[in-house]
């Protein structure tokens, strides 16, 4: 049997669950050939539950071991790592979570655990550098270029909250909706979440889109949207204090 | 080209994130370098790259990587090659290492260390991508022999003289892991010492030490324990015969604090007895050890 024939065969008896060893594998030790293939099996397993845990610490947190065991099973049959990269085992995590029936009794999760993967992205991501730009010069239509470490995020619940609770250790039950926009990114290597109200958020949105500022304000009043020139100023200045744009053009 | 004559006596220890604050706040002393895994560096250009940089002003640097994947009937993986080029760029590794075997086939990735076909077959292919890479990287990469629990019936030779086939052929280094020498000479019914006098000593420009754990039917290589003192016995062997490459403790689980493994890492100093001369290698040591 030529080389790549055995190679499909092996990874195919450590990523299945069969109990079953291709004969043409000799065991090791005093072990039968399924027990060997067997230790394969379970470290493959480990090995990519314990990557996922690192990105949604606090999901697993909130299920629990056994009920997140069950699922990185199941999503890792869905979903069988295809990245050399293991921070990369958790792309489909999210949309795998909100069609998985098991975890139901928490509304929330499927915004937290989107939340979660946007922060681990973010850490990865190179810090913002400061670039001291003066708004009170800009008087005409510019757009705006934020640094690759923003991310502009809009829930249901307040998942920071939530978040935080959960890495804490404390309990998360009862939990209602409550409209929530943030801002995130990474300055000095840590990453940084500033609460926003809903028009600021979509204001953000857009000029990260590319919309000039000018655009964006045609926008909210084709869409009935409000946003008074306090809120705009607000946040602008949370821009300005967070140092989160790179570069501006005036137009 | 780095040469097995580079920092020679170097003793150094992996770098595991519980101990960036030790090494950041000048808490580390007495060891030579540090070796890093080079995918938990690559593409990130967040906390853990600025990280390594600073460990790097202060300390040389091996990277050691997982997942070329260089048995793999894959093609080569350019975009990961890409990345390790630009982390080999910015960090100027000591040494750049990866493992002598395959990840993921079809496209899928195993995340571990799969064994190898012993056969003709398999050198002439790990050999040629070795040169691909090589060439890619421009510059010579070692590659460590990995632990097995499960061997393949259509082998046609020792895992020793698989070994040195691909390094003879390939002209790459030798990381030679010693704990993974030893534990495959359990679960596998050879003597170690027969594994190292066959290969190449010139070969060796790293050597990797490590614990394992005994689950009775076999040993597992878990980077979980203290050295045990076969696999230093196995050491003052190959320094007692000329080999003074590089040498470094893994430790991944359970992982100790930082002078605990810096202590388990300086035991080294306990077995560098006297060098032999050329002529007197042989094989009493073997027996004498009672191999």
């Known amino acids: 049997m030529k080389i790549r024939d055995r190679q499909i065969q092996f990874l195919n008896s450590v990523s299945s669950k069969s109990p079953e060893a291709p004969t043409a594998f000799h065991p090791s030790g005093t072990l039968s050939a399924e027990e060997a293939i067997g230790v394969y099996q379970e470290a493959y397993l480990a090995r990519l539950t314990e990557a996922l845990g690192e990105i949604f610490e606090s999901i697993w947190e909130v299920l629990g071991d056994d009920r997140f065991y069950l699922l990185a099973n199941r999503y890792f049959d869905f979903y069988p790592p295809q990245s050399y990269n293991l921070n990369d085992v958790g792309r489909n995590f999210v949309n795998f979570l909100s069609k998985s029936k098991e975890v139901r009794d928490f509304p929330f999760i499927v915004e937290m655990a989107d939340f979660e993967s946007q922060v681990f992205d973010v850490f990865h991501k190179e810090s913002i550098k400061s670039p001291h730009i003066n708004f009170e010069a800009i008087e005409s239509d510019f757009r705006i270029c934020f640094f690759g470490c923003v991310r502009f995020l809009n829930y249901s619940y307040n998942v920071h909250e939530i978040w935080l609770k959960a890495k804490a250790g404390d309990e998360v039950t009862d939990i209602s ?8 990114f990474t300055k000095n290597q840590n990453v940084i979440v500033e609460k926003m109200n809903l028009h600021q958020y979509r204001f953000g949105k857009e000029l990260m889109l590319g919309r000039s500022f000018m655009e964006t304000l045609d926008t909210f009043e084709k869409e009935f949207l409000d946003i008074s020139p306090d809120e705009v100023q607000d946040m602008f200045e949370i821009f300005r204090e967070s140092g989160v744009i790179r570069e501006w053009t005036l137009l | 080209m780095v040469s097995n004559r580079d920092n020679l006596g170097f003793v150094g220890v992996g770098l595991r994130s519980v101990h960036y604050a030790d090494v950041l706040e000048g808490r580390v002393s007495g060891v030579d370098f540090f070796e890093a895994i080079s995918e938990n560096f690559m593409d990130s250009k967040g906390r853990p790259r600025i990280i390594l940089r600073k460990v790097r002003e202060k300390f040389p640097i091996a990277l050691h990587g997982v ?6 009937t894959d093609p080569l993986d350019y975009k990961y090659l890409s990345g390790l080029d630009e982390l080999y760029q910015e960090i100027d590794p000591i040494r750049t290492s ?13 995340h571990d260390l799969f064994p190898i076909p012993y056969t003709n077959e398999a050198i002439e292919h790990i050999v ?11 510059r010579e990469l070692i590659f460590e022999n990995v632990s097995a629990y499960l061997g393949f019936n259509e082998s046609e030779m020792s895992e020793w003289e698989f070994v040195s086939q691909i390094l003879e052929k390939s002209g790459a280094g030798f990381l030679c892991d010693l704990n993974n020498i030893y534990v495959n000479s359990f679960n596998f019914d050879f003597n170690p010492f027969e594994y190292l006098k066959r290969i190449d000593l010139k070969k060796i ?43 470094m403790v893994e430790w991944d689980q359970d992982i100790p604090d930082f002078d605990t493994l810096k202590n388990e890492a300086l035991k080294v100093n306990d077995y560098r007895g006297e060098e032999r001369d050329e002529n007197s290698r042989s094989s009493d040591s073997v027996s004498e050890l009672g191999f």
């Not at chain 2, 990866?98 to 195993?110: A, I, P, Q, R």
């Not at chain 2, 016995?233 to 003074?244: A, F, S, T």
């Open chain 2, 128 to 138: 040629n991508r070795i040169d691909e890479v090589q060439n890619y990287l421009r």
């Open chain 1, 177 to 184: 909706e409550e409209l929530s926009s943030y801002m995130i």
């Open chain 2, 98 to 110: 990866d493992h002598l075997c395959w990840t993921g086939v079809l496209g899928k990735n195993g």
């Open chain 2, 205 to 247: 420009q790293q050597i990797h030490l490590a614990g394992f754990t005994d689950r009775t039917k076999f040993y597992f290589d878990t980077h979980s324990r203290p050295v045990c003192d076969e696999v230093w016995q196995m050491y003052k062997w190959l320094w007692e015969n000329g080999v003074k490459s590089p040498v």
């Open chain 2, 67 to 72: 997942s070329l994947s260089i048995a793999s």
